[in-house]
């Protein structure tokens, strides 16, 4: 009977997501989990956060990088969410060490349940906000490649987009380390986007945007 109702959502899943669960979080507030396509996606507030789009996001962020594979030994992500960036990276660099850090623990925990989040044995999982936790980090811990990912729904807090975030981030990059992040650029947000990639490029030597609407995605390089 079981595998008949897998048959049924299988094949429903093609025309319309099938809602599989929704759990509240006191931080991200009403997380839904559905199935589209065989695929599970999360979305907070409408918008998705995890799932087949955040893997294509990845994927272009990481295109064309000027990045030797046997050199990414270490990548840290924040804003890990259910973990669908993880996948990618560990595709792409299967040696690396990843540290994926995200401040709800509900939605690590829906990670783990629809997204193979804990089968990564490269993967040190942190729940943590993420300004905290670069405040905290050993000041000599160096990444090569950092991803941010920083949403609530699709809002990102005005302090992970300042000028004393940006300056963590470049401290905790080796030399010729690369950090991408992910932001909005619905209209409403674009003036605080624009802002973000200003300061940046005060900090970083060279700063790229791809616009994969409705995101702008920032890749900035250390020297």
Request: some cysteine; overall charge positive; aromatic content about 10%.
């Amino acid at each position: 009977m079981r595998s008949v109702k897998k048959l049924i959502n299988d094949l429903l899943s093609f025309f319309i997501p099938q809602h599989i669960e929704t759990v509240n979080s006191p931080i991200n507030g009403k997380i839904r989990i559905d199935y589209y396509r065989r695929q599970y996606r999360s979305s907070v507030g409408g918008y998705w956060q995890s799932g087949e789009y955040a893997k294509r996001t990845i994927k272009t962020a990481l295109r064309d990088l000027p990045i030797n594979l046997g050199k990414v030994k270490k990548i840290l992500i924040l804003g890990l969410g259910c973990g669908s960036m993880v996948e990618v990276l560990n595709s792409l660099h299967p040696n690396s060490q990843i540290t994926g850090v995200d401040i709800d623990q509900i939605m690590i925990d829906l990670g783990k349940k629809y997204f193979n989040l804990g089968k990564t044995k490269n993967l040190k999982i942190v729940t943590s906000d993420a300004f905290v936790y670069l405040q905290k980090m050993n000041r000599h811990e160096f990444f090569d490649l950092a991803v941010s990912d920083l949403f609530i729904g699709c809002d990102t807090a005005s302090l992970l987009e300042s000028k004393q975030f940006i300056k963590l981030i470049y401290d905790h990059l080796s030399p010729g380390g690369i950090y991408i992040s992910n932001h909005s650029y619905l209209k409403k947000y674009q003036p605080q986007t624009d802002l973000f990639v200003s300061l940046l490029r005060k900090q970083f030597h060279r700063v790229e945007t791809i616009l994969k609407k409705p995101n702008l995605i920032i890749r900035s390089f250390r020297d």
